[in-house]
């Protein structure tokens, strides 16, 4: 069998803080084509903007720093609406457009609660202008071009002291960026706004894991540049490219993860479908439910979360406000995972992610993601199982079936 690209594990160092600039300049100093990922911007912003990249020296560290040029100067606030539209109807590879969208969805979400109305009523400010959008779709373009399939993140400074805004002074972290990091690992890392919300935004929708640097085989390191130079800090993001050791091992990863668990017997049963969804759009590692009986012969169900210790908090409270219970009950578990990537094969005009699980150096399951072949099933009007069945035959094709693997 011929062994398939595997793909690349990013991790992101943003102990100094992040910005959507920086990240995406940190992927073009790792090796992100400066070419391609203007192309996947100027696919989206209605005036061709120009990405400018220059050497600079940050407490004494070499990195890359970009800015968007050629943007007009009045920029109007922009919904999350008037963004959809503009990613709907770009020239954008299919999952370059979904991850922006998770990006900007996220960011419409955590505004929404900041001011206590619906995402889709978000007006963004200065996130809505061109650089802003340039940032998010460039990230997504970047990650895509370097192969990237699997991405964890340090924890994140944010910051502390004062910030101006179109909304007055705020508290540092600005509440946007609180929101965008619940769950996740934070620090304050040193005076001012260490943290963007687009860079928390960016960080959150791609990442997978908050953890330190995961052992991996570098390929690439990446360096990108914040607008301040400080003297005792670099104001820097950086970037490590590689494969992460786990797909070549001989047993699967084990991880302590926890259950946390709750007896429902009074939920409305058509509100189950949207809590599952809430709780694993949360990061959730996994949810479900299990019918059971409870005292007095009451028919209910346990709701049961699988997380990660970083994100039990933020996990354990929406199960508070998603259901009627009054308690949560807490177990620790250890789970042994196979090694899984994820890999894009082209189906009838559009793709469909491969979810391949190694073990040993072999493949053990390739599986294609059902929500991608449900879209384009709906976009060609045609079956489902028709787009599940070609999607199968591409990964064959293209080596990804059970079988051993030289990476």
């Not at 620090?187 to 001012?192: A, F, P, V």
């Not at 929708?205 to 607008?227: K, N, Q, R, W």
Request: glycine share 8%; with cysteine; proline share 6%.
């Amino acid at each position: 069998m011929t062994p398939p690209d595997v793909g690349v594990h990013a991790w992101v160092d943003a102990t100094a803080g992040v910005a959507g600039d920086m990240l995406l300049a940190a992927l073009i100093d790792a090796g992100a084509p400066p070419e391609a990922v203007l192309n996947a911007v100027n696919a989206v912003t209605p005036e061709p903007v120009d990405l400018v990249a220059t050497v600079v020296s940050r407490a004494g560290l070499r990195a890359t720093k970009i800015d968007v040029a050629a943007v007009a100067k009045d920029q109007p606030d922009r919904s999350w609406a008037d963004i959809q539209t503009l990613l709907a109807r770009a020239d954008l590879p299919g999952l370059i457009r979904e991850h922006a969208e998770r990006v900007f969805l996220r960011l419409a979400e955590a505004e929404g609660r900041v001011h206590g109305i619906p995402a889709g009523e978000v007006h963004f400010h200065e996130v809505g202008s061109w650089d802003s959008i340039a940032d998010v779709v460039g990230v997504c373009a970047a990650l895509d071009v370097l192969k990237v399939t699997s991405m964890s993140c340090s924890a994140i400074a944010l910051g502390a002291g004062r910030a101006i805004s179109r909304h007055g002074v705020l508290p540092v972290p600005v509440p946007a960026v609180l929101e965008l990091a619940s769950g996740w690992r934070v620090l304050s890392g040193g005076e001012g706004e260490l943290a963007t919300p687009t860079g928390v935004a960016l960080l959150t929708a791609s990442s997978t894991e908050s953890s330190d640097l995961p052992p991996m085989t570098v390929h690439a390191v990446g360096i990108g540049a914040g607008s301040r130079d400080d003297r005792d800090r670099p104001n820097v993001v950086r970037v490590v490219l590689g494969q992460r050791q786990g797909l070549s091992s001989d047993i699967g990863a084990e991880s302590i993860l926890s259950v946390l668990e709750s007896n429902v017997d009074d939920l409305d049963p058509r509100v189950w479908p949207s809590v599952l969804a809430t709780l694993l759009d949360a990061g959730a590692a996994d949810a479900w439910l299990v019918p059971i009986v409870m005292k007095k012969g009451r028919p209910a169900h346990t709701l049961a979360v699988l997380t990660s210790p970083d994100r039990r908090d933020a996990l354990r409270r929406l199960m508070f406000e998603l259901t009627s219970t009054t308690g949560v009950r807490e177990v620790t578990v250890h789970r042994t995972a196979l090694a899984r990537t994820s890999l894009p094969v082209a189906v009838m005009g559009g793709q469909v992610r491969i979810k391949v699980a190694y073990l040993g150096g072999e493949i053990i399951h390739t599986t294609p993601e059902f929500e991608d072949a449900a879209a384009i099933a709906a976009a060609r009007a045609v079956p489902v199982r028709r787009v599940l069945e070609e999607a199968i035959a591409a990964a064959a094709q293209a080596g990804l079936m059970a079988g051993p693997l030289t990476l």
